[in-house]
């Protein structure tokens, strides 16, 4: 239904910051739901963050990740971000975006519809 693209991914120092996007194909307006989902090597995907495009634009974050890390969303631009400060290494991981297209806001893998390809992020020094 859309094709999502991440970018902005990169080597960062513990303490930094970075900013991921994702960019959709089509309207992410048709979409009920938009998340990001991590996954480091050797461990299962895990939810990151996820957001209600519905006009109050509903947001949850995992316990990991709350105060430092915010999503957004650009309907304009088809564009979902990641907001991520106070880098630890433990963030290191491959990010996802996904689109989920019934139902609500979750963290659960299995209920998205659509993925990118993912974008990975290094936190070290």
């Known amino acids: 239904q859309v094709q999502l693209v991440e970018s902005g991914g990169g080597l960062v120092r513990p303490g930094g910051s970075l900013r991921l996007s994702c960019v959709a194909s089509?309207?992410?307006?048709?979409?009920?739901?938009l998340a990001w989902f991590r996954q480091a090597p050797g461990k299962e995907r895990e939810g990151v963050s996820c957001?209600?495009?519905?006009?109050?634009?509903?947001?949850f974050y995992a316990d990991s990740v709350k105060g430092r890390f915010t999503i957004s969303r650009d309907e304009r631009m088809n564009t979902l971000y990641l907001q991520m400060n106070s880098l630890k290494p433990e963030d290191t991981a491959v990010y996802y975006c996904?689109?989920?297209?019934?139902?609500?806001?979750?963290?659960?893998?299995?209920?998205?519809?659509?993925w990118g390809q993912g974008t990975l992020v290094t936190v070290s020094s």
């Open positions: 996904a689109a989920r297209f019934t139902g609500w806001i979750t963290l659960r893998p299995s209920d998205y519809d659509e």
């Open positions: 957001i209600s495009t519905s006009d109050d634009g509903t947001t």
């Open positions: 089509g309207s992410i307006s048709d979409a009920y739901a």
